[in-house]
């Protein structure tokens, strides 16, 4: 892309790092993708906030975590990326609740409540990702759902005003979350509320959860986690599977032979490859059986020429 850094980036006052055409694909858990116009990493909270207020308000933004719901189309992202992991990290106990920032991942959050004598986070162990990610979609496994342990969050508006919300703000359901008033503005962290309970039991929870998660899903290869949201009442792996589609492959993106509703990358896979597989499966399953598939994975940036 090599685009040249516009003059209304400045760094002074800034500790993060900034990287300029960056390949996404070592950023995202599927390991493909085009190349980021910049990613910035910022050391902390403070440092995100002073690089909002002195970004141009038309910079198209991204933030990532683990990457593990994304893909960045082969043609790259024309703006900046934040990447979360790292700097956005605090983890902590406050009286009864924990206060987890958004780079902070879902297993180290199910092992800190547990050490705390806390129950009921233990499902977070199955979720590949960070907490803004699970805060931004409402992601959950084994029965758990993030914003059913959520007392309030804590987000930075686009110009680096840091405010602290209630659900009650939030349009909140299955694999979905949306401000009832519109603003653009970023999940930095959360105040969550778990059981006081047996730290053992707890443990023994988590290394069952991790097992199974394990046995069934195909985690020696590159993947996004689930593909597609359950459609009411069935899962996505049942009609995916019934459809003929385990092992159906392009390029080198292939539907698992392990789980049916997970996408690996076999080795080179282009985010084309990947795309276009989504959209077969899709176009799959509808023709067959007259339910439309909708997608978990967040997909961003411009086409390849």
Same mark, same amino acid.
């Given at each position: 892309?090599?685009?040249?850094?516009?003059?209304?980036?400045?760094?002074?006052?800034?500790?993060?790092?900034?990287?300029?055409?960056?390949?996404?694909?070592?950023?995202?858990?599927?390991?493909?993708?085009?190349?980021?116009?910049?990613?910035?990493?910022?050391?902390d909270l403070a440092?995100?906030?002073?690089?909002?207020?002195?970004?141009?308000?038309?910079? /198209?933004?991204?933030?990532?975590?683990?990457?593990?719901?994304?893909?960045?189309?082969?043609?790259?992202?024309?703006?900046?990326?934040?990447?979360?992991?790292?700097?956005?990290?605090?983890?902590?106990?406050?009286?009864?609740?924990?206060?987890?920032?958004?780079?902070?991942?879902?297993? $180290?959050l199910a092992r800190?409540?547990?050490?705390?004598?806390?129950?009921?986070? @233990?499902?977070?162990?199955?979720?590949?990702?960070?907490?803004?990610?699970?805060?931004?979609?409402?992601?959950?496994?084994?029965?758990?759902?993030?914003?059913?342990?959520?007392?309030?969050?804590?987000?930075?508006?686009?110009?680096?005003?840091?405010?602290?919300?209630? /659900?009650?703000?939030? @349009?909140?359901?299955?694999?979905?979350?949306?401000?009832? $008033?519109?603003?653009?503005?970023?999940?930095?962290?959360?105040?969550?509320?778990?059981?006081?309970?047996?730290? @053992?039991?707890?443990?023994?929870?988590?290394?069952?959860?991790?097992?199974?998660?394990?046995?069934?899903?195909?985690?020696?290869? /590159?993947?996004?986690?689930?593909?597609?949201?359950?459609? /009411?009442?069935?899962?996505?792996?049942?009609?995916?599977?019934?459809?003929?589609?385990?092992?159906?492959?392009?390029?080198?993106?292939?539907?698992?032979? $392990?789980?049916?509703?997970?996408?690996?990358?076999?080795?080179?896979?282009?985010?084309?490859?990947?795309?276009?597989?989504?959209?077969?499966?899709?176009?799959?399953?509808?023709?067959?059986?007259?339910?439309?598939?909708?997608? @978990?994975?967040?997909?961003?940036?411009?086409?390849?020429?």
């Amino acid at each position: 892309m090599n685009m040249s850094e516009p003059t209304e980036f400045r760094a002074e006052g800034l500790r993060g790092e900034m990287l300029r055409d960056e390949p996404m694909s070592r950023h995202a858990s599927w390991r493909a993708g085009g190349v980021a116009q910049r990613v910035y990493q910022p050391a902390d909270l403070a440092d995100l906030q002073t690089f909002l207020r002195r970004t141009p308000a038309d910079e /198209p933004l991204l933030a990532v975590g683990l990457g593990s719901n994304l893909l960045v189309r082969d043609g790259g992202f024309r703006g900046t990326v934040l990447l979360l992991l790292g700097g956005l990290a605090e983890l902590r106990r406050e009286g009864d609740l924990i206060y987890a920032q958004a780079g902070v991942a879902g297993a $180290k959050l199910a092992r800190f409540a547990a050490t705390n004598h806390l129950c009921g986070a @233990e499902f977070f162990v199955g979720i590949p990702g960070t907490l803004g990610g699970m805060l931004a979609m409402n992601a959950g496994c084994y029965g758990g759902e993030t914003w059913q342990k959520v007392v309030r969050v804590q987000v930075l508006a686009r110009g680096g005003e840091l405010l602290e919300r209630a /659900p009650q703000e939030y @349009e909140i359901g299955y694999r979905h979350v949306a401000l009832r $008033k519109a603003n653009e503005e970023f999940f930095v962290g959360a105040w969550l509320k778990f059981e006081q309970g047996d730290a @053992e039991a707890a443990r023994q929870q988590i290394k069952a959860l991790m097992e199974k998660r394990s046995a069934s899903q195909p985690l020696q290869l /590159p993947n996004c986690g689930s593909v597609f949201r359950n459609p /009411p009442g069935d899962h996505a792996a049942r009609l995916i599977e019934s459809c003929g589609l385990k092992g159906k492959r392009i390029g080198g993106a292939q539907v698992s032979e $392990k789980h049916a509703n997970f996408i690996v990358n076999l080795g080179g896979a282009s985010a084309a490859d990947i795309e276009d597989l989504i959209g077969e499966v899709r176009a799959t399953v509808l023709r067959q059986t007259g339910i439309e598939l909708h997608t @978990e994975v967040r997909i961003a940036g411009e086409k390849a020429k």
